[in-house]
C-alpha cells in the first residue's frame, strides 16, 4: 500500500470517527460560509463546555477555542456565528439526537449521509440484531430462521432471484402485519434506522460501564482517604460525585431496559400504527439520553487517560481533579436525566 493509499484510508477512518462519536461535531457538512470553519469541529470537553477545535496535529497538539472568540481566529459571518452558538448549546453530537436537535435549530446538513453511522459502526453494532431481528422473523414466518440475522438478510427474502418466493414472502409479511405490500421496504429500512440507535446507546453505555465501576472503586477509595476526611467540603463533594455517576449509570440501565420494553410490546402486534408509537416514544428520547451518556462517556474517559490504573496520582491530584474536572456539569446531567425519566413515567429514582 502506497503512501497516499495509508493516507486515505486513514483520514476515512477518521471520519468514520468522526460520524460515530457522541462528543464531537465536524463542520464539514453544515452550511457555514467560511471554508475553514468547515474543517473545523466541535468539541465536548470534561466540564460539559463546548469548543472548537480549529486544528489538530499529534505533533504540535490540538488548537481549541471557546464558540465565542472564534471571530478572533478567522473571518466569519453573523450567521456563521450564530449557527456555531446554535449547536455549541447542543449537549450531544450523536446522530440521532443531531437529526432532531439541527430540524429544531434550522440546520439542514449539506450531506444527509452526515447523519447516519459509518458501516463499521452498523457492522460492529450487528452483535445485538438477532434479539431486534429474531422476534420480527417469528412474527412473520412462524418460526426460527437462521438465515436470518439482520435486517439486510431479510431484505433479501424480498428481492430474491426467485420472484415467485419473493412475492410470496412480502404478501406473507404484509398480511401478518397489515403493512401494504408498497412500503414494506420503507418499514424494514426505518426499523433497522430504529433499532441501530437503541443499540448505539447500548453500546455506548457497555463500553464505557468498566470504567464507572472502577471510578465508584477509585472514588470511595478516595473519600475514605485521611486528607478527604479532614476536609467537610472536599468530603461532601467526593460524596455528591459518587452519588451522582452511580444515579446516571442505574437511571440510563433503566431507560435502556424501558427501550427493550417497547420494542417487545411492538412485537405483540406488529403493524404500522404500533411501529409509528414505537418510533416516536424511542426517537423523542435520542436526545436525552445522547446528552447524558456524551457527559458520561467524556467524563469517564478524560479520568481514565489521567488516572489509567488506580496507583496513579496521590490524594491531593485525585481531590482536584474530582473537583475541577469532574464535578461541574454533574448537576446538568442528573437534571437532564431526572426530567427524561419524568417524560417516560418512570418511577422517581433518587440521586
Not at 456565528?81 to 432532531?100: C, K, M, N, P, W
Request: hydrophobic letters at 35%; aromatic letters at 8%; glycine letters at 4%.
Amino acid at each position: 500500500m502506497s503512501k497516499k493509499e495509508k493516507n486515505n484510508q486513514q483520514s476515512e477512518q477518521e471520519r468514520n470517527a468522526d460520524k460515530d462519536a457522541i462528543d464531537r461535531l465536524p463542520l464539514a457538512n453544515i452550511p457555514l460560509a467560511s471554508n475553514t470553519l468547515k474543517g473545523a469541529k466541535l468539541i465536548k470537553n470534561a466540564r460539559m463546555e463546548t469548543t472548537i477545535e480549529i486544528y489538530s496535529d499529534p505533533l504540535s497538539g490540538s488548537l481549541q477555542v471557546a464558540p465565542e472568540a472564534i471571530k478572533d481566529f478567522m473571518k466569519t459571518t453573523p450567521r456563521d456565528q450564530e449557527i456555531i452558538d446554535s449547536l455549541a448549546g447542543l449537549h450531544s453530537f450523536d446522530v440521532y439526537s443531531l437529526r432532531s436537535s439541527l430540524k429544531k435549530l434550522g440546520v439542514e446538513v449539506e450531506n444527509e449521509d452526515a447523519l447516519n453511522l459509518s458501516d463499521d459502526m452498523k457492522e460492529g453494532l450487528s452483535i445485538y440484531s438477532m434479539e431486534f431481528i429474531q422476534p420480527l422473523v417469528e412474527k412473520i414466518f412462524g418460526k426460527d430462521r437462521e438465515d436470518l440475522q439482520s435486517v439486510s438478510s431479510l431484505q433479501k427474502l424480498f428481492s430474491s432471484k426467485d420472484i415467485d418466493q419473493a412475492k410470496k414472502n412480502l404478501k406473507t409479511m404484509a398480511e401478518n402485519t397489515g403493512i401494504p405490500l408498497a412500503e414494506i421496504p420503507a418499514f424494514l429500512e426505518e426499523y433497522s434506522d430504529v433499532f441501530l440507535s437503541v443499540a448505539y446507546y447500548r453500546y455506548g453505555f457497555e463500553s464505557v460501564g468498566p470504567d464507572v465501576d472502577r471510578f465508584l472503586f477509585w472514588l470511595h477509595e478516595l473519600r475514605s482517604r485521611r486528607d478527604t476526611a479532614a476536609s467537610p467540603q472536599a468530603a461532601a463533594e467526593c460524596k455528591e460525585v459518587e452519588e451522582t455517576v452511580r444515579f446516571l449509570g442505574n437511571s440510563i440501565r433503566e431507560r435502556l431496559a424501558q427501550f427493550q420494553y417497547v420494542f417487545e410490546t411492538f412485537w405483540k402486534d406488529i403493524n404500522a400504527a404500533t411501529f409509528k408509537q414505537m418510533r416516536q416514544q424511542i426517537e423523542e428520547n435520542h436526545a436525552s439520553m445522547g446528552s447524558v451518556l456524551c457527559g458520561l462517556i467524556v467524563k469517564m474517559h478524560l479520568w481514565k487517560k489521567e488516572f489509567p490504573d488506580n496507583d496513579v496520582g496521590g490524594p491531593l491530584k485525585r481531590l482536584k481533579f474530582v473537583m475541577t474536572e469532574l464535578k461541574p456539569g454533574l448537576d446538568t446531567l442528573k437534571k437532564l436525566e431526572i426530567q427524561a425519566r419524568e417524560r417516560l413515567g418512570m418511577k422517581k429514582l433518587t440521586p
